[in-house]
């Protein structure tokens, strides 16, 4: 019953496992019913009109358990549930939290559900909590990414909106707890097997999937075993297209956000009289874009376990663990075309609107023309995610309860130097065209000096490894590795006097430590290897370095852009070992070719230990009366952090060619810095019940959210000045501080028939210190002039650089609304309708700017069936456009991510009490997801289609 206490009061906090009440609102038991009296004012937990509701299956009776535990809960929450042991409403938990009202969630390869925001606000403004414990992450912050962990382990997630002071710290959007099951939901033994099978009609592509759960009580129902097993397989395909470095702007001195520009080749210049003109200032044009598809295949397994006993109604003594893997290795095919404006490069532009929508590139300088690329990206992502922990719970007597709980949550991520992005350029003479289509890829054409051309060669297997040389090489990936060992012991104690029912109270500690060593060879120029007066045809090389040309089924369906559609497919470890195997030929540029010099070596400059040490200690007191019910509280937080990086200052930059540039950095030296912050974090929660159906709730509360982990070391990267991009972005520092708020919120809630509910919630939140990137142009941070490879001037006076840092903002304002219906008729038919509304801005100094990453609304609609061994529905989740970085291109243009739809549906007809049969439908729209500009389609940031998909899955249980 620990999973339902948790539901019953506080919601999910590992703290309140210790003081909540020990009968849960999902009770499944009759005996834990008469564990405890309900307060005043509230409907017996024993009642077994209530029981009879909650132990309805399938979706109905996932819905129902949702609505009770909202009902029940001491500030505003929404909930899903399991529609049975071991299996949770969609295959993915991200997939199914889009269904609460007020959360969206972005995707990763496959369409699948990744990060997830409450409320417009981001995933970093959101705690993900595993049975009350936190979960370790393997990405470079704090936000949990869902693709690791099976939904089959779940058997039902809160997302926490409001705050209470027994509720873990660190949220400010939402805290979304992961529920598992407990053996003692069951009566005796139970056990569920499940098959299933994946295609996407896009990709044509298959998996697998098995999963079983078996729980059972022994020793007089006095120890219970719980136990789950999960492996799936499944290949995964997206198609997608982008900047690969951003689009160019001439500089504009009108806007002191822009006085510099970005065109690193000299400003684009249509009349081509050198000079800026006015009608020229802020002209934007293509820089660097790429098309092709990310093939994933996805392997998952999971391993999960729970014992609990029982000894006797005082004491309760629960171990648990998770073990999981993702294994889901990437390829990504992609042609890359790099049409950088220099003077003499473009000829023949239009332009509509201050946008270069298309110019020809005629200039028989092979340095000048056109030279398209193969670029094939690989990233090896083999993820481990392990959380175990111990909870006791005793009542020592009537008026007290004890709680104590421990636990070690860790992630691995072992990266390092095996991730790829590896590009051979074409290296024959071609005049080409760029024309901008209003979709997601330019149309690209080029017709060769020997007749052939780009599109039509690919497709009829013209071109080989002669047509290339080798280019760039780079060899990266990042070792991760976050552990967190936490520990709590809270008490409940009954007072039954002055309307006060129960005194909660404890203390945490939270020990983190994370690491990140950055493996790549672009810091010692390794990268830049093989390119420039160093390239080798590829042609030379032998081995079959470009192994076969392909075309994917219904590749870029759907874009329409006239570009190749044909891939040319090399091997990377085949053509590393060929450039192994060329060591000791002669290189143009002085010298022999070395393999060592190019393979991957430690990056200090990006790599950082972080640690946080947290104390904190909370009261709070819980008062009901007849129609009413409260608490009040307040928990204290102190933060001791210690960050650690390096930093190696740049000596000088050689250019090796157009757009090819080498840093030469000094020694690094180590960086350390420490930090600490405290904080105060009262709130309060009231509900008043009209009648048994109506209620009103009132919370307020003064939250915080920490930053991000890698945003608190003090690292810094110049890579991109390889390419020709000065610029130096800074990772963070220790003192930045944690987000803080001030919010309320205000819910009236009518529970008008059974399993039915109308809501609307009014939130606000003023957010202090939001973290927000600082944009530095033109500075001079003690580079000396660009040199040749001969260290010979080729610039005068300093190298000015663009210089980003997070930094903490002025402040935010977070103000929405909220509304939600659901109801079921008795003839099965049933619908639920979600939808939330934000307005948001921040400031910076005077400086008014949209709050990143917050979608303005959000909204879904369901419709289902459920009735006899019958269960059909469909729903459609939308999330609006929304702004996911500013000033990409000066002050008031900014990126922004635009509306998707995606809509879900299913069947399923259950035989008899042992066998079911489901079939499952994905994106049956078949979206993309889409970046822009400012909403406009000419200037595209980027495209990411996954298919549609479906799934059948049979059940067997026992």
Same mark, same amino acid.
């Given at each position: 019953?620990?999973?339902?206490?948790?539901?019953?009061?506080?919601?999910?906090?590992?703290?309140?496992?210790?003081?909540?009440?020990?009968?849960?609102?999902?009770?499944?038991?009759?005996?834990?019913?008469?564990?405890?009296?309900?307060?005043?004012?509230?409907?017996?937990?024993?009642?077994?009109?209530?029981?009879?509701?909650?132990?309805?299956?399938?979706?109905?009776?996932?819905?129902?358990?949702?609505?009770?535990?909202?009902?029940?809960?001491?500030?505003?929450?929404?909930?899903?549930?399991?529609?049975?042991?071991?299996?949770?409403?969609?295959?993915?938990?991200?997939?199914?939290?889009?269904?609460?009202?007020?959360?969206?969630?972005?995707?990763?390869?496959?369409?699948?559900?990744?990060?997830?925001?409450?409320?417009?606000?981001?995933?970093?403004?959101?705690?993900?909590?595993?049975?009350?414990?936190?979960?370790?992450?393997?990405?470079?912050?704090?936000?949990?990414?869902?693709?690791?962990?099976?939904?089959?382990?779940?058997?039902?997630?809160?997302?926490?909106?409001?705050?209470?002071?027994?509720?873990?710290?660190?949220?400010?959007?939402?805290?979304?707890?992961?529920?598992?099951?407990?053996?003692?939901?069951?009566?005796?033994?139970?056990?569920?097997?499940?098959?299933?099978?994946?295609?996407?009609? =896009?990709?044509?592509?298959?998996?697998?999937?098995?999963?079983?759960?078996?729980?059972?009580?022994?020793?007089?129902?006095?120890?219970?075993?719980?136990?789950?097993?999960? *492996?799936?397989?499944?290949?995964?395909?997206?198609?997608?297209?982008?900047?690969?470095?951003?689009?160019?702007?001439?500089?504009?001195?009108?806007?002191?956000?822009?006085?510099?520009?970005?065109?690193?080749?000299?400003?684009?210049?249509?009349?081509?009289?050198?000079?800026?003109?006015?009608?020229?200032?802020?002209?934007?044009?293509?820089?660097?874009?790429?098309?092709?598809?990310?093939?994933?295949?996805?392997?998952?397994?999971?391993?999960?376990?729970?014992?609990?006993?029982?000894?006797?109604?005082?004491?309760?003594?629960?171990?648990?663990?998770?073990?999981?893997?993702?294994?889901?290795?990437?390829?990504?095919?992609?042609?890359?075309?790099?049409?950088?404006?220099?003077?003499?490069?473009?000829?023949?532009?239009?332009?509509?609107?201050?946008?270069?929508?298309?110019?020809?590139?005629?200039?028989?300088?092979?340095?000048?023309?056109?030279?398209?690329?193969?670029?094939?990206?690989?990233?090896?992502?083999?993820?481990?995610?392990?959380?175990?922990?111990?909870?006791?719970?005793?009542?020592?007597?009537?008026?007290?309860?004890?709680?104590?709980?421990?636990?070690?949550?860790?992630?691995?991520?072992?990266?390092?130097?095996?991730?790829?992005?590896?590009?051979?350029?074409?290296?024959?003479?071609?005049?080409?065209?760029?024309?901008?289509?209003?979709?997601?890829?330019?149309?690209?054409?080029?017709?060769?000096?020997?007749?052939?051309?780009?599109?039509?060669?690919?497709?009829?297997?013209?071109?080989?490894?002669?047509?290339?040389?080798?280019?760039?090489?780079?060899?990266?990936?990042?070792?991760?590795?976050?552990?967190?060992?936490?520990?709590?012991?809270?008490?409940?104690?009954?007072?039954?006097?002055?309307?006060?029912?129960?005194?909660?109270?404890?203390?945490?500690?939270?020990?983190?430590?994370?690491?990140?060593?950055?493996?790549?060879?672009?810091?010692?120029?390794?990268?830049?290897?093989?390119?420039?007066?160093?390239?080798?045809?590829?042609?030379?090389?032998?081995?079959?370095?470009?192994?076969?040309?392909?075309?994917?089924?219904?590749? =870029?369906?759907?874009?329409?852009?006239?570009?190749?559609?044909?891939?040319?497919?090399?091997?990377?470890?085949?053509?590393?070992?060929?450039?192994?195997?060329?060591?000791?030929?002669?290189?143009?540029?002085?010298?022999? *070719?070395?393999?060592?010099?190019?393979?991957?070596?430690?990056?200090?400059?990006?790599?950082?230990?972080?640690?946080?040490?947290?104390?904190?200690?909370?009261?709070?007191?819980?008062?009901?009366?007849?129609?009413?019910?409260?608490?009040?509280?307040?928990?204290?937080?102190?933060?001791?952090?210690?960050?650690?990086?390096?930093?190696?200052?740049?000596?000088?930059?050689?250019?090796?060619?157009?757009?090819?540039?080498?840093?030469?950095?000094?020694?690094?030296?180590?960086?350390?810095?420490?930090?600490?912050?405290?904080?105060?974090?009262?709130?309060?929660?009231?509900?008043?019940?009209?009648?048994?159906?109506?209620?009103?709730?009132?919370?307020?509360?003064?939250?915080?959210?920490?930053?991000?982990?890698?945003?608190?070391?003090?690292?810094?990267?110049?890579?991109?000045?390889?390419?020709?991009?000065?610029?130096?972005?800074?990772?963070?520092?220790?003192?930045?501080?944690?987000?803080?708020?001030?919010?309320?919120?205000?819910?009236?809630?009518?529970?008008?028939?059974?399993?039915?509910?109308?809501?609307?919630?009014?939130? *606000?939140?003023?957010?202090?210190?939001?973290?927000?990137?600082?944009?530095?142009?033109?500075?001079?941070?003690?580079?000396?002039?660009?040199?040749?490879?001969?260290?010979?001037?080729?610039?005068?006076?300093?190298?000015?650089?663009?210089?980003?840092?997070?930094?903490?903002?002025?402040?935010?304002?977070?103000?929405?609304?909220?509304?939600?219906?659901?109801?079921?008729?008795?003839?099965?038919?049933?619908?639920?309708?979600?939808?939330?509304?934000?307005?948001?801005?921040?400031?910076?100094?005077?400086?008014?700017?949209?709050?990143?990453?917050?979608?303005?609304?959000?909204?879904?609609?369901?419709?289902?069936?459920?009735?006899?061994?019958?269960?059909?529905?469909?729903?459609?989740?939308?999330?609006?456009?929304?702004?996911?970085?500013?000033?990409?291109?000066?002050?008031?243009?900014?990126?922004?991510?635009?509306?998707?739809?995606?809509?879900?549906?299913?069947?399923?007809?259950?035989?008899?009490?042992?066998?079911?049969?489901?079939?499952?439908?994905?994106?049956?729209?078949?979206?993309?997801?889409? *970046?822009?500009?400012?909403?406009?389609?000419?200037?595209?940031?980027?495209?990411?289609?996954?298919?549609?998909?479906?799934?059948?899955?049979?059940?067997?249980?026992?």
């Amino acid at each position: 019953m620990k999973t339902a206490r948790l539901h019953r009061n506080l919601l999910f906090c590992s703290v309140a496992l210790a003081l909540s009440v020990p009968v849960g609102a999902l009770a499944q038991q009759a005996e834990a019913a008469s564990a405890d009296p309900a307060p005043a004012g509230q409907e017996s937990q024993g009642d077994p009109a209530t029981l009879d509701t909650v132990v309805v299956t399938g979706v109905r009776g996932s819905m129902a358990r949702a609505i009770e535990l909202k009902r029940e809960s001491g500030t505003v929450q929404d909930s899903i549930s399991a529609l049975e042991l071991g299996k949770f409403p969609d295959d993915n938990v991200a997939d199914s939290l889009s269904h609460i009202t007020g959360v969206s969630i972005s995707r990763t390869a496959g369409g699948e559900g990744q990060k997830v925001s409450v409320r417009g606000l981001g995933p970093e403004y959101t705690l993900t909590t595993f049975n009350g414990r936190i979960l370790a992450t393997d990405g470079a912050g704090r936000d949990f990414a869902y693709d690791v962990l099976p939904a089959d382990v779940i058997s039902g997630a809160d997302v926490v909106k409001g705050a209470q002071a027994s509720l873990s710290e660190g949220a400010i959007g939402g805290l979304i707890n992961l529920r598992s099951a407990s053996p003692f939901d069951q009566d005796g033994q139970q056990g569920v097997i499940r098959l299933e099978g994946d295609r996407n009609q =896009m990709s044509e592509l298959d998996g697998h999937k098995f999963s079983a759960t078996y729980s059972n009580l022994f020793a007089d129902n006095t120890l219970g075993v719980l136990l789950g097993v999960v *492996y799936g397989k499944r290949k995964d395909r997206t198609d997608i297209a982008g900047n690969d470095g951003g689009w160019s702007r001439n500089a504009d001195p009108n806007d002191e956000s822009w006085l510099w520009g970005n065109t690193w080749g000299g400003a684009i210049d249509p009349n081509g009289n050198g000079e800026l003109d006015e009608d020229e200032y802020g002209l934007i044009a293509p820089g660097q874009f790429r098309v092709g598809s990310i093939l994933e295949e996805k392997k998952r397994r999971a391993l999960s376990a729970k014992i609990e006993w029982r000894p006797s109604n005082s004491f309760k003594l629960t171990l648990d663990g998770l073990k999981t893997r993702l294994d889901s290795p990437q390829v990504g095919y992609q042609q890359s075309y790099y049409p950088l404006f220099a003077p003499g490069r473009w000829s023949d532009m239009t332009i509509q609107n201050g946008i270069v929508t298309g110019f020809t590139m005629d200039n028989p300088d092979p340095e000048m023309r056109l030279n398209p690329e193969l670029l094939n990206m690989t990233e090896h992502r083999v993820v481990d995610t392990d959380l175990y922990g111990a909870n006791a719970e005793w009542k020592v007597s009537d008026d007290l309860t004890l709680t104590g709980d421990v636990y070690r949550s860790t992630s691995k991520r072992y990266s390092g130097g095996q991730d790829t992005y590896v590009v051979l350029r074409m290296n024959q003479p071609n005049v080409a065209r760029i024309e901008l289509s209003g979709g997601a890829v330019p149309n690209v054409t080029a017709l060769f000096d020997d007749g052939r051309q780009l599109a039509n060669g690919l497709a009829n297997g013209q071109f080989g490894g002669s047509d290339f040389n080798t280019h760039y090489m780079e060899l990266r990936g990042d070792n991760i590795v976050d552990e967190i060992t936490g520990g709590t012991l809270g008490g409940k104690w009954y007072v039954g006097r002055f309307a006060m029912d129960d005194l909660h109270f404890g203390v945490t500690a939270t020990d983190r430590k994370k690491t990140r060593d950055l493996i790549n060879n672009t810091l010692n120029g390794g990268a830049d290897y093989y390119s420039g007066d160093n390239a080798i045809n590829v042609g030379a090389l032998g081995g079959n370095v470009l192994s076969h040309s392909f075309t994917l089924p219904n590749f =870029m369906r759907g874009v329409n852009a006239d570009f190749p559609r044909t891939f040319l497919a090399f091997d990377v470890p085949n053509y590393l070992n060929q450039l192994a195997a060329y060591n000791g030929n002669a290189r143009p540029g002085g010298g022999t *070719y070395d393999f060592a010099n190019a393979a991957p070596q430690w990056n200090p400059l990006e790599s950082y230990r972080v640690s946080e040490d947290t104390k904190a200690a909370y009261v709070q007191a819980d008062f009901s009366g007849e129609r009413w019910s409260a608490d009040v509280g307040v928990r204290f937080v102190k933060t001791r952090t210690t960050a650690e990086a390096w930093d190696a200052p740049i000596l000088s930059i050689t250019e090796n060619g157009a757009f090819n540039y080498t840093a030469n950095y000094a020694e690094p030296t180590a960086i350390r810095q420490d930090g600490d912050y405290s904080y105060v974090l009262p709130a309060g929660n009231f509900t008043w019940r009209f009648t048994d159906d109506l209620q009103l709730r009132l919370g307020a509360a003064k939250t915080m959210a920490r930053p991000p982990v890698d945003k608190l070391a003090p690292t810094n990267t110049t890579a991109s000045v390889s390419w020709g991009e000065f610029t130096q972005i800074y990772g963070g520092n220790v003192d930045l501080k944690p987000y803080e708020a001030k919010q309320g919120d205000v819910s009236l809630e009518w529970y008008f028939s059974e399993n039915s509910i109308f809501n609307v919630a009014v939130f *606000y939140k003023r957010i202090e210190n939001q973290l927000t990137t600082s944009w530095e142009p033109g500075q001079d941070i003690g580079v000396g002039p660009i040199v040749d490879a001969d260290g010979n001037p080729i610039t005068t006076g300093p190298t000015l650089f663009n210089v980003m840092r997070p930094i903490n903002g002025d402040y935010a304002k977070v103000r929405g609304i909220e509304a939600g219906l659901q109801h079921f008729w008795e003839n099965g038919f049933g619908f639920r309708a979600q939808y939330t509304r934000n307005w948001s801005k921040s400031f910076v100094g005077d400086q008014e700017r949209p709050l990143e990453g917050i979608a303005p609304s959000v909204y879904s609609l369901g419709l289902m069936y459920e009735k006899g061994p019958w269960s059909l529905g469909a729903t459609a989740d939308r999330t609006d456009g929304f702004v996911t970085a500013i000033n990409v291109l000066g002050e008031g243009y900014n990126e922004q991510a635009d509306a998707i739809t995606w809509l879900t549906a299913h069947v399923s007809y259950r035989f008899n009490d042992r066998f079911s049969l489901s079939l499952e439908g994905r994106n049956l729209l078949d979206e993309a997801q889409t *970046y822009s500009i400012n909403g406009n389609p000419l200037l595209s940031q980027g495209y990411y289609r996954y298919g549609r998909g479906v799934n059948l899955g049979l059940s067997y249980r026992f």
